[in-house]
């Protein structure tokens, strides 16, 4: 792996023999510079304040990690497995081990075959020194709650799971989750999940550190919303065609909102780019 950008004297530097050093050479970088690329802002809690004067974040730093072929698609026969590699799956290990909660969508839960966050000894001190627990808790969207709670997601959590649920959810499948063990968090008013209201609900819960694994229509609802703070976008090397799905779906937004560049790294020509709100 080799940093790309942000451009700095260590991006060309090389060993005294000719060949690449310092942590931007190409070679295999380690969990823990990995951890130090992709760390979460110090001070989340810079976005623009609401009418009202409170936060929309409750302090959070909402970041996405997706994965796209070079024509767009986020998934090949349903997974996104296939058009990942190696390095791209150290990325998300780096990313799960940073965050406070990672948030998925039902459908991904079911078609990843999701399973709880471990505990990683790479990056227990890093953890601690953080205040957070040996892992992230994982937190499933879901409106209907139709989700197979004798699943290890619910039975064998280090951190009991949450399902971020409406307010009009079936009564029967709220006690079904609590019975499992796992934490029903309310973030909307009716049948489904409010975007904003979620992250405001972990946010609350002390899971400031956020990070969403989609699917698509779930990233998509928290771009509408306006509430994605960054995207962490491995773009894969191949072409798949098909009707696959983009990164986010659902309803556009009236005016595109900018991003930009914060970092780029590169390993066997997959490319692990990092985006930012303008306004973070």
């Not at 098909?242 to 780029?264: H, Y």
Request: charged content about 20%.
């Amino acid at each position: 792996m080799r940093s790309l950008f942000p451009v700095t004297d260590l991006t060309t530097s090389t060993s005294e023999g000719g060949g690449p050093a310092g942590p931007s050479a190409d070679r295999e970088w380690s969990l823990g510079e990995l951890a130090d690329a992709y760390a979460y802002p110090a001070a989340p809690d810079r976005r623009a304040p609401a009418a009202g004067g409170a936060d929309p974040s409750g302090g959070s730093w909402l970041r996405a990690n997706m994965v796209s072929t070079l024509d767009g698609a986020a998934q090949h026969e349903g997974r996104s497995q296939p058009i990942s590699c190696a390095a791209d799956m150290r990325v998300f290990g780096t990313l799960r081990g940073l965050a406070d909660v990672v948030i998925a969508g039902a459908e991904t839960v079911r078609q990843e075959g999701y399973r709880p966050a471990r505990a990683r000894e790479a990056f227990a001190a890093r953890r601690a020194a953080a205040g957070q627990g040996p892992a992230p808790a994982v937190a499933v969207v879901s409106g209907s709650l139709e989700l197979d709670f004798s699943l290890p997601l619910f039975t064998e959590p280090l951190v009991p799971t949450l399902v971020l649920a409406g307010a009009a959810a079936p009564a029967d499948r709220i006690a079904a989750a609590r019975k499992a063990g796992a934490e029903v968090v309310i973030a909307g008013d009716g049948a489904g999940v409010d975007p904003a209201r979620a992250v405001r609900e972990l946010a609350d819960r002390g899971l400031r550190r956020q990070l969403t694994e989609g699917g698509p229509r779930l990233l998509g609802q928290f771009v509408a919303a306006g509430v994605l703070d960054e995207l962490c976008l491995t773009i894969s090397p191949m072409l798949t065609a098909g009707d696959a799905q983009r990164i986010a779906g659902g309803p556009g937004v009236a005016v595109p909102e900018r991003f930009f560049l914060a970092s780029l790294l590169e390993e066997a020509g997959f490319l692990f780019s990092r985006y930012r709100r303008t306004d973070s």
